[in-house]
């Protein structure tokens, strides 16, 4: 069964404003859906302790089925570039919209996702092609080949910086600011530009770091990073969900700060 070549798959673009990552835990996926994210990213890298993977694979499945329950709110496997193919086997259900690939950096890791998920379509019944891929490039090499990565399969819908600020060497200035990654994240949106992909990110300023930051500076790096091209972008506490959403939205913070 062959692809379906539509940039991105052949699923229409509905809103992806708020990507919540939540660990393989039925009782973390119902927290995380009361904060109203627009996509929930079930996320086997980072908040999966190596030792603890294969544990999370078992769990997988019934994780996702649980999130697949719940109304207006996309489903999204973020899995090791090194164990995708038991991770997706695990995961991939009827209604899972797609996946998150950090670290990435080789276009035959691409095209392992794209020949799994292709098996795993027909297999399972999903339209062949549907199956989306988001570019996680938190690396140097990853960055640099952007371009190539994101043209190596149509299935590829978006592309993000991901935590450059913890897998590269930005060299944080005595302000705290990391000066090169205003230029890395402009660096992507051109690319994705070029390519018809969709850029997610956000920009936030110290003393706050992304994924822990408070609602209100959340607000504020969607801000920023939407006047720099974002549509969206990643985060790790639920109360984080609201502020990106109305970030992107172009909502007042009073509004419902």
Known sequence: MGLVHLRGGNLPSPKRRSWLLV?????????ALGH????????MVELVLPEANAEAVKRLPGVVERALEADGVEVFLQVNVNQMAEELEAGIQLGVSGIVIPRLEWKAQVRQADAVLSRLEERQGISAGSLQVVASLDTALGNHRAMELIQTSPRVWGISPGRVDLVMDLR?????????????????????????????????RPPARGLMASPKDTYEAAIRGKALGFRGAFCILGEQAKALNRGFDGQGWEEGG
Not at 23 to 31: C, G, K, L, S, Y
Not at 36 to 43: E, N, R, S
């Open 36 to 43: 109203g994210p627009d996509v929930l990213v079930i996320d």
């Open 172 to 204: 944080p200035g005595p302000d705290g600011e990391f000066h090169l990654l205003p230029f890395l994240m402009q660096r992507l949106i051109i690319a994705a530009g070029a390519a018809g992909v969709t850029p997610l990110g956000a920009w936030w």
């Open 23 to 31: 660990p393989p835990f039925e009782e973390a996926v119902d927290e």
